[in-house]
Each structure stands twice: as C-alpha cells, then as structure tokens.
C-alpha cells in the first residue's frame, strides 16, 4: 500500500488519537465495562504519554493510530484503531505487516490483548498468524513468534 504512512504522533495529534480510539473501540468498551468518558480520557492521556503513538495517514488523510512499546524480549502492541469509514481496506493489515516485519528483523516476539468479545478483531489477528497463549476475564492473550 504505497499511499499508507505511519507518522511519529505528536503531543497535537492526541485528540485524533481519542477520537479513533473512541469511534472505532468505543462500542467494545461500552460492552464490556460501560463507556466513562472521564475514566477513558484519563487512560488515553496516560497512554499516549508513555506509549510509542503513530498516526496512520493514507493519501494524506489521518485514519487511524497505532501504539505499541518496545521491550528489550518482545513487542507489545497495544493499539490499532482504524477510524471506521476507512475500515476494511486493508490499511490495518498493512500497518500490522510493518510491525511484523520490524519485530522479526529484530528476532522478537509480538504480544497483543485483544477484548474477548471484540471478535472481528482476534479473527484478524489470527489471519496474521497470531496464536492464542492465553485469556483472562476479558481479554485474549496472543503472540507471535518472529
């Protein structure tokens, strides 16, 4: 996807980061726990100040973010939020295909937690070839190995 970039996210990028993790998460949080817009502005403040942010532009056009830490014996991606008018495009594979790549360059494992009843989302990252190694209460514990 020649047109796809991910750009460092700046501290003026961090309403755009809310609003797509509102718009594209939202309904998914709501399920599970109630959407408390306080509680979840508060959690992304903290987020995006201590995670790796970078906002996906596409011909251009902010669509999406992505946040991820590195440690020094794996990856933890912790975000990929696609705004939802640009959804199923194939932006979010594209974007996924990069951090692989990345990870295995680097020979390092990629954890995720996907939300159990955010299932379209663990059925994607399995067509990644990401495996399940576990669960809690609400989340899907997957990884996978460079």
């Given at each position: 996807?020649?047109?796809?970039?991910?750009r460092r996210a700046k501290a003026s990028d961090s309403d755009f980061a809310y609003r797509a993790k509102k718009e594209a998460f939202g309904q998914y949080v709501e399920e599970v726990w109630g959407w408390d817009e306080e509680l979840q502005r508060?959690?992304?403040e903290k987020r995006f100040a201590s995670?790796?942010?970078s906002v996906i532009q596409l011909s251009g056009v902010?669509?999406?973010?992505?946040?991820l830490v590195r440690e020094p014996d794996y990856v933890k991606f912790n975000?990929?939020?696609i705004l939802p008018e640009y959804q199923c495009r194939g932006i979010g594979?594209?974007?996924?295909?990069?951090v692989i790549e990345d990870a295995a360059a680097s020979e390092l494992p990629i954890r995720l937690e996907v939300l159990k009843?955010?299932?379209r989302a663990i059925a994607f990252y399995l067509r990644l070839a990401f495996k399940i190694v576990g669960e809690s209460d609400t989340h899907v514990l997957m990884e996978k190995l460079p």
């Amino acid at each position: 996807m020649d047109n796809l970039i991910l750009r460092r996210a700046k501290a003026s990028d961090s309403d755009f980061a809310y609003r797509a993790k509102k718009e594209a998460f939202g309904q998914y949080v709501e399920e599970v726990w109630g959407w408390d817009e306080e509680l979840q502005r508060r959690m992304h403040e903290k987020r995006f100040a201590s995670q790796e942010f970078s906002v996906i532009q596409l011909s251009g056009v902010d669509v999406g973010i992505m946040a991820l830490v590195r440690e020094p014996d794996y990856v933890k991606f912790n975000q990929l939020f696609i705004l939802p008018e640009y959804q199923c495009r194939g932006i979010g594979a594209a974007c996924m295909l990069r951090v692989i790549e990345d990870a295995a360059a680097s020979e390092l494992p990629i954890r995720l937690e996907v939300l159990k009843v955010n299932t379209r989302a663990i059925a994607f990252y399995l067509r990644l070839a990401f495996k399940i190694v576990g669960e809690s209460d609400t989340h899907v514990l997957m990884e996978k190995l460079p």
